[in-house]
């Protein structure tokens, strides 16, 4: 039997607090093991507090050819953003 | 659309600083570049385990052995995690594993000397990873992202390997006379071969013009060796070491060291196989790959199992 173990994606919280953010990936037979892979691959020096793992082939991204359609439509709303308003400056904080 | 469209377009972000992504489109060459540039640069973190794995169990107090033992599994990590970049190309990680033990892809020729004394250690960590560093340090600005991110946190871990290096070297050569003498001896072994780490001249070298196109690479060889010697003769000089080259003399036109010439004869000779520790080296992965193969299979067996329970089970729940 010749069979690579699944690819998994790891996440990790460096504090409590903050959201769990992608690391990088690594091979392993199950989730139990890739999480003890994540711990001695990716927070050797402390880098978390709480490890997240999902086999690779569970993620769906977008293609990178549809970047257009999916993301132009947000480029011309400025009006979203706070700095977009005029207030008068005795408005101090808002 | 055409491939030429694609190819300009992926070049106008190439010039734009706009990082290559996984599922972005590229060129195969350069697809095929990368995955035999990474898979290397994983080979050596792996390969270049063994010489310092050599002297953890002779490190000369408990707290040396901790450190060895600390650094040497950095290597691995590293190795992992360019694996891993290389992986987001489509190699599989198979594939590049067996590449490396049928001899098929090259590593770092540095790992085919041998780790005489343990003042070599030393050098090592002083000379090997500071070479390693200033290739590294140019890598973190790389046009593939996730070759970039992994070599962010290799420079950000690698950074201990060379101190740590040059703390045993120093220590050495303020120890007793003969204590210093291993430490010359070291540095007059680990010199040259530290500096052909960087590869041939720009003149010689087959992928460095597309490379540095492509901004793979972003500096050439010969300015990252000369980069590599102005930083590290002063260090020599500090610690009462002396390099073993008697071309070497500051320019103080250039504002850098002329050094002598490599011995480009030993350096393809190496390369071709013919290290001391070639066969060495690669056999000692083979019976780690061979011995490993019944342990990656059993956890596997044992994981599919684990899982048809599961879905047994919840299949009786349900019922």
């Not at chain 2, 270049?48 to 169990?57: H, V, Y």
């Not at chain 2, 000779?269 to 342990?295: F, I, M, S, Y």
Request: with cysteine; hydrophobic share 40%; glycine share 6%.
């Amino acid at each position: 039997m010749k069979k690579e173990w699944p690819l998994w994606e790891v996440f990790i919280r460096s504090k409590s607090g903050l959201h769990h953010k992608h690391v990088g990936s690594l091979h392993a037979a199950d989730a139990e093991m890739a999480i003890e892979h994540a711990r001695d691959v990716y927070t050797r020096r402390n880098e978390g507090v709480s490890i997240w793992v999902v086999e690779s082939k569970y993620i769906t991204a977008s293609d990178p050819a549809d970047a257009d359609p999916l993301f132009e439509p947000a480029k011309d709303k400025v009006y979203r953003h706070p700095t977009f308003y005029n207030l008068p400056d005795e408005v101090k904080h808002m | 659309m055409q491939t030429h469209d694609l190819e300009k377009r992926f070049q106008e972000k190439i010039d734009a600083e706009i990082k290559i992504e996984p599922k972005d489109w590229m060129p195969d060459a350069y697809r095929k570049n990368l995955i035999r540039q990474i898979s290397q640069h994983a080979h050596s973190e792996v390969v270049g385990m063994l010489p310092e794995g050599n002297w953890i169990t002779r490190a000369p107090s408990l707290r040396r052995k901790l450190i060895l033992m600390a650094k040497v599994q950095d290597e691995a990590g590293h190795g992992l995690y360019l694996y891993s970049a290389a992986e987001t190309l489509g190699a599989s990680r198979d594939d590049l594993v067996m590449d490396l033990l049928n001899g098929k892809a090259k590593y770092s020729s540095i790992f085919n000397y041998p780790t005489l004394t343990w003042a070599d250690i030393g050098a090592i960590g002083w000379l090997v990873d500071g070479a390693a560093i200033m290739n590294q340090v140019m890598l973190t600005r790389t046009s593939y992202g996730p070759y970039a991110r992994a070599m962010v946190r290799i420079c950000k871990e690698e950074s201990f390997h060379q101190r740590q290096g040059y703390e045993i070297m120093l220590t050495l050569a303020k120890g007793s006379p003969e204590q210093k003498a291993m430490a010359q001896d070291a540095l007059d072994r680990w010199w040259w071969p530290s500096l052909m780490m960087f590869g041939p001249h720009d003149s010689e070298s087959t992928h460095s013009e597309q490379s540095m196109k492509w901004k793979i690479k972003r500096k050439s060889n010969d300015e990252l060796r000369q980069a590599f010697v102005d930083a590290t003769v002063p260090q020599a000089e500090l610690i009462g070491l002396k390099v073993p080259d008697p071309d070497l003399k500051w320019n103080e036109e250039r504002g850098h060291y002329d050094f002598g010439e490599i011995n480009w004869d030993e350096f393809w000779n190496v390369v071709k196989g013919h290290g001391p520790c070639n066969k060495q080296r690669l056999d000692t992965r083979r019976k780690a790959w061979e011995d490993g193969a019944w342990v990656r299979e059993a956890a596997m067996a044992y994981a599919e199992k684990k899982a048809a329970r599961r879905l047994q089970q919840s299949g009786e729940e349900a019922a």
